[in-house]
């Protein structure tokens, strides 16, 4: 029994702290103290867990976040979401659900570029939202697309949650997992598109017109220098000229840039952009200076070890045991966000799925894709929030619409969790 105190501590303190209240980073740190002061008196506990927070950031690898940050702020301030929504229009505009169809193309191109979903949410609600009324579409649905395909931004690279996955699972190659989550993102969007197209049908919402040859070839010119960011990083990555670390800075230079061209980015506005994308990484930064020392204090109480061998213990099954994780971490993205549960939960179920044969760069994504179903879920859903608040409607509107969306992304979700080459094709094509 006492094996089971540090567990239930750790756990119920936990989720008190949440039911009361407290910021997410601080229940995090206050349960993982009161968790160490199970096997060591108070001081030591509050030295250790505050030491663990500070070494827990002395990450070259972490250097990468407050760079993608930035280069997400300056892309969604820099004109570059109007060049893409005017490109994915030329392309799916034609189509029934038109209008859906452009909003998740463009977040999957802007995710692409960007990483950043609450970014991609924002640009593409404020965007595409008023143009969608304006043609019919209920608002409600235009929201409940904005918010679910907003979430592909952080499977298809860069992501900065798979780089902090890669830190979580102790050095999993950041190129390796770039490469593995353009599948599972696309296939995503693929479902969340098809979703679109018959709900359009069904609600009767009027088609756009048929681009020609030449207004394609346009708008792809004028996109270009957008989309050739993600030729810069992600190719430099794969090819080793550069570390992803390096690659978040050619990125911030690289938009800074392509700003100030399209005359969308101003020296003036320059300070506003710095201190916004600073706010955003200081937040994130704690989560997971926070994260990592809970995760110290669960290895240092052999937590992980317990729980792995309880699910072992249910079953050696794949099927089941990949099964039951699916739904833990399902249940957990609808309370945490989505930083703390890859740190807090890839050391439990890491050494659970490699004892079962599993390629640790094919977990990395199954987990990330489990977590954006959380994002657009209440209480915690920062793009659910991001999503409406630019809408100016409401959570209770908004479910009814994006019921058969969620449904879209867990189906995605069970064919990339059971059919690995989804994941691992392209990283093995490319010899990782």
Same mark, same amino acid.
């Given at each position: 029994?006492?094996?089971?105190?540090?567990?239930?501590?750790?756990?119920?303190?936990?989720?008190?702290?949440?039911?009361?209240?407290?910021?997410?980073?601080?229940?995090?740190?206050?349960?993982?103290?009161?968790?160490?002061?199970?096997?060591?008196?108070?001081?030591?506990?509050?030295?250790?867990?505050?030491? +663990?927070?500070?070494?827990?950031?002395?990450?070259?690898?972490?250097?990468?976040?407050?760079?993608?940050?930035?280069?997400?702020?300056?892309?969604? +301030? $820099?004109?570059?979401?109007? +060049?893409?929504?005017?490109?994915?229009?030329?392309?799916?505009?034609?189509?029934?659900?038109?209008?859906?169809?452009?909003?998740?193309?463009?977040?999957?191109?802007?995710?692409?570029?960007?990483?950043?979903?609450?970014?991609?949410?924002?640009?593409? $609600?404020?965007?595409?939202?008023?143009?969608?009324?304006?043609?019919?579409?209920?608002?409600?649905?235009?929201?409940?697309?904005?918010?679910?395909?907003?979430?592909?931004?952080?499977?298809?690279?860069?992501?900065?949650?798979?780089?902090?996955?890669?830190?979580?699972?102790?050095?999993?190659?950041?190129?390796?997992?770039?490469?593995?989550?353009?599948?599972?993102?696309?296939?995503?969007?693929?479902?969340?598109?098809?979703?679109?197209?018959?709900?359009?049908?069904?609600? =009767?919402?009027?088609?756009?017109?048929?681009?020609?040859?030449?207004?394609?070839?346009?708008?792809?010119?004028?996109?270009?220098?957008?989309?050739?960011?993600?030729?810069?990083?992600?190719?430099?990555?794969?090819?080793?000229?550069?570390?992803?670390?390096?690659?978040?800075?050619?990125?911030?230079?690289?938009?800074?840039?392509?700003?100030?061209?399209?005359?969308?980015?101003?020296?003036?506005?320059?300070?506003?952009?710095?201190?916004?994308?600073?706010?955003?990484?200081?937040?994130?930064?704690?989560?997971?200076?926070?994260?990592?020392?809970?995760?110290?204090?669960?290895?240092?109480?052999?937590?992980?070890?317990?729980?792995?061998?309880?699910?072992?213990?249910?079953?050696? =099954?794949?099927?089941?045991?990949?099964?039951?994780? =699916?739904?833990?971490?399902?249940?957990?993205?609808?309370?945490?966000?989505?930083?703390?549960?890859?740190?807090?939960?890839?050391?439990?179920?890491?050494?659970?799925?490699?004892?079962?044969?599993?390629?640790?760069?094919?977990?990395?994504?199954?987990?990330?894709?489990?977590?954006?179903? $959380?994002?657009?879920?209440?209480?915690?859903?920062?793009?659910?929030?991001?999503?409406?608040?630019?809408?100016?409607?409401?959570?209770?509107?908004?479910?009814?619409?994006?019921?058969?969306?969620?449904?879209?992304?867990?189906?995605?979700?069970?064919?990339?969790?059971?059919?690995?080459?989804?994941?691992?094709?392209?990283?093995?094509?490319?010899?990782?």
């Amino acid at each position: 029994m006492m094996e089971y105190i540090p567990i239930l501590v750790l756990i119920l303190s936990f989720i008190y702290l949440l039911s009361i209240g407290t910021p997410v980073a601080w229940s995090i740190a206050i349960s993982s103290t009161l968790t160490m002061m199970v096997s060591i008196p108070m001081l030591p506990a509050l030295t250790t867990v505050s030491q +663990r927070m500070a070494t827990g950031l002395d990450s070259f690898a972490l250097l990468a976040i407050p760079f993608f940050v930035l280069s997400g702020e300056l892309m969604n +301030r $820099g004109g570059i979401a109007h +060049r893409l929504i005017a490109f994915a229009k030329t392309l799916v505009g034609a189509f029934p659900g038109g209008l859906a169809l452009i909003n998740v193309m463009a977040a999957m191109l802007m995710g692409a570029i960007a990483g950043s979903a609450m970014a991609s949410a924002s640009a593409m $609600g404020s965007i595409l939202g008023p143009e969608m009324e304006k043609e019919g579409y209920s608002k409600e649905f235009g929201v409940a697309v904005n918010i679910t395909s907003a979430t592909t931004g952080l499977i298809i690279p860069p992501s900065n949650v798979l780089i902090v996955y890669s830190l979580a699972s102790g050095g999993v190659s950041i190129a390796a997992l770039f490469l593995a989550g353009y599948l599972p993102g696309m296939l995503t969007g693929l479902f969340l598109m098809i979703v679109a197209v018959i709900w359009a049908k069904k609600k =009767n919402y009027p088609l756009g017109k048929r681009s020609s040859l030449k207004e394609i070839l346009k708008t792809f010119w004028q996109a270009l220098p957008s989309l050739l960011l993600l030729v810069v990083v992600i190719g430099g990555i794969v090819s080793g000229v550069f570390t992803a670390t390096e690659a978040s800075a050619i990125a911030v230079l690289y938009t800074l840039i392509l700003g100030f061209l399209y005359k969308e980015i101003s020296i003036k506005s320059l300070p506003k952009i710095l201190l916004d994308s600073s706010s955003t990484s200081a937040i994130v930064m704690l989560l997971i200076a926070a994260s990592m020392s809970m995760s110290w204090v669960m290895s240092y109480e052999n937590i992980p070890q317990s729980i792995s061998d309880e699910l072992l213990g249910i079953s050696d =099954n794949r099927i089941v045991i990949l099964l039951i994780i =699916n739904l833990i971490l399902l249940f957990v993205g609808i309370f945490m966000d989505m930083t703390p549960a890859v740190l807090i939960f890839t050391p439990i179920f890491l050494p659970v799925v490699t004892k079962l044969g599993m390629d640790p760069t094919h977990f990395g994504i199954i987990m990330v894709l489990n977590l954006c179903i $959380g994002l657009c879920t209440p209480p915690v859903g920062s793009v659910l929030f991001v999503g409406v608040g630019v809408a100016k409607t409401t959570i209770q509107k908004v479910i009814k619409p994006l019921l058969p969306l969620f449904l879209a992304m867990v189906v995605a979700l069970f064919l990339v969790t059971y059919i690995p080459e989804l994941t691992l094709w392209l990283p093995k094509l490319f010899g990782y």
